[in-house]
Structure formats: C-alpha cells, structure tokens
C-alpha cells in the first residue's frame, strides 16, 4: 500500500487537457527556508506547475536529463519569489523544454507492455496512466503495473518495435528510480495556509 503523501501527490483529476489529465494539485507548505511566500505566489506557482505538466516532455534532451522546472519554481516559491520571478524563471526555462508529443499508436491496455522504454512514447503513456488513475485510483495503478510486467511471458518480439530492448524490462526498480521527481512535479500550493 502507498503511503498518504505518495497516494496524494500522485493523484490525478479526471478532468483532461489535451487528452491529459492535469493533475489535482496538492498542498505544499508556505516556504520553509523563507516563509513570506505570498497568496498570489502561490496561485502563480500552481499555474505555472499545471502548464509545465500538460506542456513538457520529461526529459529535455535525448540523454535523458530531466526537466527541472518544476524544481526550480517549487525552490524559489519556497524562498520568497514573488510570482513576477516565478513567471521569469518559467519564460526562461520553457523554451529549452522539448513539448509532449504524442507519437505513435494511443498506449491502451493490451499493448502498455510493447513500447516501454521509448522515448516517443512518453506523451502516449502519460494519457494512458492520467486515465487510469482515474477511472482506478493510484494505489490499484500502481501495483497492477509495477508487477504485472514482472509476470508476463516476454518474447524476443516483444520488443520488436524498440531494438534496444532484448529482455524483460524490471518495472520495479525503473518505478522506483523514477519516483522523486514526481513529488515535486504535481505539488498544489496549499493556499489556505495565508
């Protein structure tokens, strides 16, 4: 079973953008180095967030390096930025962001399996788990796809369509490696606490 933070920073809203379920923002604190974050920060901050998610591709080069702007805008909110910095930082990570696109066959049920480890893919499978998580919750998701990958029968063509994949992929340790970006990726700005 998931842990309450993780459960809660992972969900996401049934509602779509562009056939991508936002997420549904969780609270985040009022800063903790610098505790004057400001209201208006923090509804800048969740704006800003929500359109990296539905905009950006997680990786922004094709060595994999992650997209930080999420880390970027959460450390400065956390350190006081008012929501023209926050603004400023975004215009001027944005653009070295590649978009999420969605290339290839939609990822649906029956071939989730084929295209793992295809960076192509990343758009394809973000709506598929979005819908998921809706229509399932993120604890059932979760240990349904982490594990069922771990059973299936792979054969040599499995992976046909991605070369670089000869064997069975070990879902679980490249679930858990890719976990903690994540907890900065889908934060809400707890706006109540003004």
Known sequence: ???RLTRNVLRLSSSTMSTIAPP??????PGVVHSAATYSSAKVLEELLHKDYV????????????????HHLVAAYDMGAPPALLKLIYED??????????????ITEANWITRLGERKAYGSYLAFFADQISKNGIDEIGTIHTFK?????????TFSSNPTH???????PSCVRGTGPLFLTVPKVNTNAF
């Open 1 to 3: 079973m998931m842990s």
């Open 24 to 29: 549904s923002p969780q609270p985040i604190q």
């Open 55 to 70: 905009s950006h591709h997680c990786f922004f080069n094709d060595l994999g390096f992650h997209n930080h702007l999420p």
């Open 93 to 106: 990570l944005a653009p070295t962001l590649r978009p999420i696109n969605r290339q290839g066959e939609d």
């Open 149 to 157: 990958a771990r059973h299936i029968h792979f054969t040599p063509d």
């Open 166 to 172: 000869s064997t069975k992929p070990d879902t679980l």
